[in-house]
């Protein structure tokens, strides 16, 4: 059971790399590359994390980055390999409700005060609502892929997917928070200054 | 269409989380370490005892390495006891393995040192990045197999730390490969482990743990096999690490912790409570024993009498005294005093620090700990001693009451 937990999380965080690596790629060289590209260099990366490379290292690359990162929730996971198929960007909903959820559930986790909103997600009907009632809203509000990543999420947490129990580790982690608040105050940015710049354009003369 | 399916697809995961949920085992309640004797029984235990043997001090055998701590016990089945501990260059270094040995009481010696982990095969198990390993702590499972919880760091320090798991099937002499346990939603960051388990009447293991990153706090792990299944917080804020339980009935339990406050705040010994078998713990009133920023060690003994090991000190490690209450009122009282280096001069004193209790057959008591943290001293404490400090204790207390009156 060992064996097989961690070799399902090794594959996913050599995939996760790969793809972060590539969105990394096409960032930097402002140039978006083809589907088949874009799923073949993901693989082909993935793949160099995954495999020992001998040298001195005792671990694969991808052992390297769970030692330092942990294992990601399974929504960024699939957030982030779904980034390289051709699809709807994100909508700012699921970002801001992301953020208000890392903001609200980090502190109390964490040691502020005797309730700790971590021990829901062992055995919560009402966290369970939550999150069936959210994938629902994504789906009806025209975002089928969230209902898509929510429903993989909890089909992974029924069947103990990762080391976790709780509900929380596959729904949320800091990096999904993180990720969220930089994306709003990016779309933030942008907005301010196409504001600016149509105000500049109709200007009286 | 796609979104029709998302929806099936969508209800089909949420029946499955919900009998996921409806599988959760119910909360269970203490299984007492022990059944209380009466006291007529062991008033008659102190009359026709042997002669008292006076407390008994040895070390642990020594690895070879310059710095050892964290030392820990369990009960074997054949009668002898195995400790842990973590040996290495230095506390924290990535050559720290965890040791073992197992002390044959008829005999009076530790057999020759074994490693039972250390950081490569950790890391191999695990997957993952391990830069160094930390306190062990050991626990008897239902099905009578030895699971031994330890630390590991991947990144940083002690703050960064989680725990693993290893199951033995042969009372400790080969291992399982390791596995870990997911205990913090923060990238699975700061949680250690120090005290020992308790168990629950369900046959699953309760673990005292705490968080010393953000916050400083206490939870209790339940643990199934080597996986987390529930955690309740036992404190909060950033004051109390390093929780040690006392099973006070099936219900009803008391944590004591190592003080972690701000210099302003009182250095005496953090108190948690529950009344419902650890579902829910209240933050009590302080023992008001010092306590510097040190861990300390409880147990209970079948009689009902507990022990607690500590340096009572507002500063420094230099002392270790062992204290007892008779389970009946809160006044614990001093019946040894283990080191202490208050006569040295401040440069010359040597650190006396971790100190773990473990009772064999519920009458006596082994004590571990840090000896200047070059060796690890293991000091037994007889039935027959302990009784006959208890007895002190009463008269001494009895004298106390006469006096006020």
Known sequence: MTNHLQTIALLEMSLTCGVFILLLAQRVFQTEFPVFVRILLAFLIGNVFFWPLGLSMELPLAGYVRGMMGDLSVVTMLLLWSSVLP????????KITALI?????????????????YVWGYSSISLLAGVLIFALVCGLAGWVRGTWIFALTLLAWSVHWHESMNLWDYVLDPFLGLWSMISILLAWNQRRREKARSGFLFRAG | MNRILALCFLLIAGVLAYLRIDSQPAWSSFKPSFEVASQSANEEQTKTKLPISAPEADWLPDTGAPSVHAASLIALNDGTIRAFWFAGSREGAPDVVIAS???HSKEGAWSAPTVVMDRVRAERGLSRYIAKLGNPVPARMADGRLQLFFVTVSIGGWAGSSISSVISNDEGVTWSKPERLITSPLVNLSTLVKSPAIAFEDGRIGLPAYHEWIGRFGELLRIEDS??????????????IQPAILIDGQEQASAYFRQTRSSDQAKEVPVS??????RHWQIGSDLPIANPNSALAVISLANGT??????????????????????????????????????????QRREFSYPYLMTANGRDAHLVYTWDRKRIRHIYFSGAWLEHAQHQMALLEDKTEGLKQ
Request: net charge negative; proline share 6%; aromatic share 8%.
């Open chain 2, 273 to 278: 409570v529950t009344k419902d078998a650890g």
């Open chain 1, 101 to 117: 959820a890392a903001c609200a559930f980090y502190p109390f986790a964490l040691g502020f005060g005797m309730t700790d909103p």
């Open chain 2, 227 to 240: 996986r987390v299944i529930d955690v309740r917080r036992m404190s909060s804020g950033r004051g109390a």
């Open chain 2, 306 to 347: 507990r022990l607690m090991a500590l340096n009572n000190l507002e500063t420094g490690r230099y002392r270790l005294v062992l204290l007892m209450n008779n389970g009946r009122d809160n006044d614990w009282s001093i019946i040894q005093t283990v080191e202490d280096d208050e006569a040295l001069p401040d440069l």
């Open chain 2, 101 to 103: 040995s197992v002390f």
């Open chain 1, 87 to 94: 699809s709807k960007p994100i909508p700012l909903g699921f």
